[in-house]
Each structure stands twice: as C-alpha cells, then as structure tokens.
C-alpha cells in the first residue's frame, strides 16, 4: 500500500505555501490598513466591477457566504461599502465602495502590487510566467473534481 508523505504531496504542499504567502500579507494588510484578508478581497474585487451581490463575491473570491457576510458587514460599518436595493432581485443587495472604500483602495493597491513583487524578487520573469500558467491549469483541472472519484 502506497505510503502519503505529507512533504512531497503537492495538493499539501501548495496549502502550506498558499498559506504562508497569506499570513505575510495579512499582517500587513492588517498593520497598514486594518483589513483582514476577507476584506481586502472584498474591496478588491468590488473595485473592479461595479455593484455586486455578496452571492457574486462569494463566487469571485471562492469564500463562503459566512466568510464574505462577515467582511461585508465589517466593510458597511467602517463605511468603506454601501449597500443598495439589487432592482433585479429584491431579496439581495448590491455592495460596491464609498468614495472611502474607493480611497482606501488606491492605497493598498500598489502595497498589495509590492508585497508581491517581494515575494516573487528571487523568480525570474519566465519563472512567474510559467508558475502563473500552470495555477491556472491546476484551477480549471480541480474545478470539476467529484469528492466522490477521490
């Protein structure tokens, strides 16, 4: 019977890495900004698109619905995102940034642009062209898995 080895199994191993990159960049979203990481996305994803439902966000970050109605309601409440009638269904809200909201972006996105340049600074460009090709192979091939066919 075949052995798992934590350290050379790959679905771990990016866990590990994915979970590291993110605890350095919550500290710093946290010390800089006071933005848990939910939050950041929230706003970063709003930014980028205008009005969304926090059903929209959930898909776009891949969060759950807990996780992305906690920021949101912690985003309402520092004002950095309002909530307004959704005209195409009234049992939802659309969520999109304040004037503050929109502020607040524009500074941690050249911080967030940074902290990522730090952490891919020993990576050559081809490296990172590559790397970025095959998360997106590793996300469109784990898309479809059935828990069931593990």
């Known amino acids: 019977m075949p ?13 590990i890495a ?8 919550a500290t710093a979203y946290q010390s800089l900004f006071g933005l848990r990481i ?3 996305r929230l706003i970063a994803v709003i930014a980028e698109g205008e009005g969304f439902t926090q059903q929209a966000l959930g898909a776009a970050t891949r969060m759950d619905k807990v996780t992305v109605s906690r920021a949101a309601i912690a985003l309402v409440d520092r004002g950095l995102v ?9 049992r939802s809200h659309l969520l999109s940034l304040t004037r503050a909201g929109q502020t607040l972006y524009e500074s941690v996105a050249p ?8 952490i891919f600074a020993g990576f050559s460009v081809d490296e990172i062209a590559t790397f970025s090709a095959m998360l997106d192979r590793l996300e469109a091939s784990a898309a479809p898995l059935d828990p069931e066919q593990a």
């Open 111 to 118: 911080k967030a642009l940074e902290l990522e340049a730090r």
């Open 18 to 25: 994915s979970n590291r990159v993110s605890s350095a960049i």
């Open 3 to 15: 052995s798992l080895k934590l350290d050379q199994f790959l679905p771990y191993r990016l866990s």
């Open 38 to 40: 939910p939050e950041w």
């Open 82 to 90: 309002e909530r307004r009638p959704n005209p195409d269904d009234q």
